[in-house]
Structure formats: structure tokens, C-alpha cells
């Protein structure tokens, strides 16, 4: 078996290069920090799926003294052909004596056989004080590839990448924090070429790559297809004695019940969201909402939310006789076709009925107490009665999973949940919104989903989170 191709992290201090690793290695435990000297030891990520190790970052820290180390270097060479040797000598002479104790750390991989990407913030003037470090890394003999990472927001990389184009292989501009998944596919494949015993290790590093891809959208659709459906069917259930049903109303009974409803279902929500960022490995995120701090526009019950993520009467009763047509059919089918139809137009018309009176609100559940048996007396709260609840739902759950998918770990700001500015099922199929429909109206109903429905439900999830992805991706 090939070992996992090394890459060291290079560069001057303070410009982008633990952003680089924590992105690639798909790790947001990395410590990243605005003043220079965070990183003073070299530290190696690897980055595993599925207990192999596809490649290794090795985040290092950025040269202090490159002048002086190249006068060094410069002294004790004699031709081009010991470069590499001096650049090891160096490392023995200095490794020691404290004074160049940066350089030999992020020389120290390079000289084991490591691949070299070098970091410079885009932002800032090229400056010629870089071309002691950049030959330093030429003199290793290494692969090298650079990226520009722009920090700040002023733009000097057409600037950068004439000059690095001198010293490196491959120059690309990465922005650690927003650059899309298909970049970093894209800087795999290129040192692929740059180094032949690596070409095959990294192909397959793309292909665990592409399948992890897939497979974490399928196992989100999963997740979001079951807490969808246990939220639907939830029910808040309390037993009273004859005494507690003596000192409480039915008010106040009910105003507890519906007050531990609630959170439950936030509590549930929240799990959900905790759950796909760990699917991504996102374990640090801070999002616009806390936990248990319900502000107003991101309540899952609040006004914002189903006017966001809600659908309309119209659409509901479209939706309605679609999946009333559906279960008509089967009259016809019966009647052996004598009923030429009626089943279909009789079913898609109660289908449709039904929606419709579940329209452009949220109905809430509503307490129902049992009778008293042997002294005690059962109250519940739920289900929710309105599959308005359930798009509301699916539809946070979606835009969620769209931000976490497409964030990397090198990323430390405030997630928004804010909604785009289209509606999540716009641009799905006829045929994938009846099934969530469905899915949505069994739940109301209190009829549990068999497995094929769940997966069918899954799918269709699966499906309109491709569609939204598209949508979203296609307007950038």
C-alpha cells in the first residue's frame, strides 16, 4: 500500500496558513488567531475517511530569519546539485541552538519528503523580502505549489502570482474561509501531477472524497426524514391523580403541556442541527441562535419561520389533490375502472379540502384529557395537527444543512440561518412533493409511515436538498 502523500503548510507568519490546514483536513479544533506566532510547533492533521488516511497537513510555523538562513545556506553550498543536502545540514547544525528554531521546524517535513504549499495573503503588496523564503523552499527540491489567500479586502494577486509563478509549480487563489469544495478537489488533483508517486494515492483521495460527499447528503436526508417524522407524530402525556386534577384547570394543565410541547420540539430541532454538523464534522460552530434562547425571528414557532419556510393554501391544496388523487385511484382500480374516474376526482377533492383548511397558519394541538380510570386521568398535548408545521420544519432543516455542507472548517464566524430569498421547494419535481406530501399528511393523521414510505420520504428529501443546493450554487 502507497503511504498518504505529507503536505507542509509554509509561509511568513500571520498570512492564512492554519486556515489552509484546518480547511483541507476538514478540522475546526485548529487554533486560529490574528497575531503572528500562534503556530510554533509543527503539528500534523491527518485527514481520514473511513479509518484511512487520505493525506496529511503539517501546519508549521512561518520564518523569522529567511535572509539570514539563505546567507547560510548560500555559504555552505557549493553547486546546485547539494542543495537539498545543505538545507538538511542546516536543520542539524541549527535544530539545537535555539536561533532558528521556526525555520527548522517547517523545514524539518520537507527534508522527510513532504510536499510544499506556500501560503501569502493576496491582500497585502507583494514585497521582495518574500524571495529569501521562497528560495529557501525552491533549495529543498520539493514539489510546491502556493496559494494566494486573501485576508484582508484589498487585491494584489495578479501582483502575487506573477512573482511566485517564478519559484512554484502551481499557483492558485484559495480563500481558506469561502472556497468551494470543488478547489479543494481541484489543488488534490494538482499536486497529483507534480509528483508521480503521489498521482495514484490522490486519485483515490478525490474518490473517498466525492463518495463521503454523497453519502453525508444521503445519511442528512435520513436524519431530517426521521426527526421530521417524530416531530410530526409528538405528543406531550402527563397522568393526574384525582387530587392534582382537583388543583389544577384544564388552563393551566394545558398551558404546561403545551409549554414542555414546545420545547421539546425545539430541543428535537436542535439535536437535528447537532447531528448534521457533526455528519460534516463541524464541532464549533456558533450559530445566530442559541439553544433554549428563543429570539423572535429564529423561533421554530415564530411568524418569520412559517412565512419563510411555510407554504400557502394554494399550495397546499394543490399538493392535497395530488396525494388524495393518489389514494382515489385506488377506488377506480377496484371498480375495475367502472367508476370511470370518480375515485381519483372524489379523492383528490377531500385531499385537496383538507389542505386547504390547514392553510396559511400554523394550527397548534390542542390538550385532550381522558376519562378517570382507577384514579387517574391522562392529558396530552399533540400531535400537531397542520403538515404547516412539517414544511416549516423540512424547510429550516434544509437551509441549515445547505450552510453547514458548504462551510469550512477554517471558518469562525456567527452562522446566519437568515433564509435565502426563494422558497426551498421551488425548483423540486411534481413527483418528490407529493411524496413529502404524503408523507407530512400520514403524520397529521397519526398513521405511522412504514419503511417504505420513511424511504421514500428520505429520497424525496434527498432530492429537494440537491434541487436547493443547485439553485443556490447556479445564483452565486
Not at 138 to 167: C, H, K, V
Not at 360 to 372: A, F, I, S, Y
Amino acid at each position: 500500500m502507497m503511504a498518504a502523500p505529507v503536505f507542509a503548510v509554509v509561509g511568513h507568519p500571520n498570512k492564512g496558513k492554519s486556515s489552509i490546514v484546518a480547511t483541507l483536513s476538514q478540522n475546526d479544533a485548529i487554533a486560529i488567531a490574528l497575531e503572528p506566532g500562534t503556530t510554533r510547533q509543527r503539528q500534523e492533521y491527518p485527514l481520514t475517511v473511513d479509518g484511512k488516511t487520505l493525506y496529511t497537513l503539517v501546519d508549521t510555523p512561518g520564518f523569522q530569519r529567511p535572509r539570514r538562513v539563505m546567507e547560510w545556506l548560500e555559504a555552505h553550498s557549493i553547486s546546485a546539485s547539494d542543495r537539498a543536502d545543505t538545507v538538511k545540514a542546516f536543520i542539524i547544525q541549527h535544530r539545537d541552538d535555539g536561533g532558528f528554531t521556526d525555520e527548522c521546524e517547517l523545514l524539518t517535513p520537507l527534508t522527510e519528503g513532504a510536499g510544499i504549499i506556500y501560503v501569502v495573503d493576496g491582500s497585502v503588496p507583494y514585497s521582495a523580502q518574500h524571495e529569501a523564503e521562497m528560495t529557501i523552499l525552491r533549495w529543498s527540491g520539493r514539489p510546491s505549489l502556493a496559494l494566494i489567500n486573501s485576508i484582508g479586502e484589498d487585491d494584489y494577486s495578479d501582483t502575487w502570482a506573477r512573482a511566485l509563478g517564478q519559484f512554484f509549480q502551481v499557483v492558485r487563489k484559495f480563500d481558506a474561509v469561502s472556497a468551494p469544495f470543488e478547489q479543494h478537489i481541484s489543488l488534490l488533483r494538482a499536486f497529483g501531477q507534480l509528483e508521480p508517486a503521489w498521482d495514484q494515492p490522490l486519485a483515490q483521495a478525490t474518490a473517498f472524497l466525492l463518495a463521503q460527499r454523497r453519502q453525508r447528503r444521503t445519511e442528512a436526508a435520513t436524519m431530517i426524514a426521521r426527526t421530521l417524522e417524530e416531530m410530526m407524530s409528538f405528543r406531550e402525556k402527563r397522568t393526574l391523580t384525582t387530587l392534582q386534577t382537583s388543583q389544577l384547570s384544564d388552563d393551566e394543565l394545558a398551558r404546561q403541556l403545551r409549554t414542555s410541547w414546545y420545547d421539546n420540539q425545539r430541543k428535537r430541532e436542535q439535536h437535528l442541527r447537532i447531528a448534521i454538523e457533526k455528519l460534516y464534522e463541524h464541532h464549533r460552530v456558533e450559530r445566530q441562535e442559541a439553544e433554549l434562547e428563543w429570539h423572535s425571528e429564529h423561533d421554530l414557532f415564530s411568524e418569520d419561520s412559517r412565512k419563510a419556510w411555510g407554504v400557502n393554501r394554494r399550495y397546499l391544496a394543490t399538493a392535497g389533490f395530488g396525494a388524495g388523487a393518489v389514494g382515489g385511484a385506488g377506488v377506480d382500480a377496484l371498480t375495475l375502472g367502472h367508476s370511470l374516474g370518480a375515485g381519483a376526482l372524489v379523492g383528490g377533492l377531500i385531499g385537496a379540502a383538507g389542505s386547504y383548511f390547514y392553510g396559511d397558519r400554523l394550527t397548534l394541538p390542542v390538550l385532550n384529557t381522558g376519562v378517570l380510570t382507577n384514579g387517574l386521568r391522562t392529558a396530552t398535548f399533540g400531535p400537531v395537527q397542520d403538515s404547516q408545521f412539517g414544511y416549516v420544519v423540512l424547510g429550516r432543516a434544509i437551509n441549515h444543512w445547505w450552510h453547514i455542507s458548504h462551510r469550512n472548517h477554517a471558518g469562525r464566524d456567527l452562522l446566519d440561518l437568515a433564509p435565502a430569498d426563494n422558497h426551498w421547494l421551488e425548483h423540486l419535481d411534481r413527483a418528490n412533493r407529493q411524496v413529502i406530501h404524503r408523507a407530512l399528511e400520514r403524520c397529521r393523521k397519526q398513521r405511522a409511515l412504514d419503511d417504505k414510505t420513511r424511504m421514500s420520504l428520505a429520497s424525496a428529501i434527498e432530492q429537494a436538498m440537491g434541487a436547493y443546493d443547485d439553485w443556490r450554487l447556479n445564483r452565486t
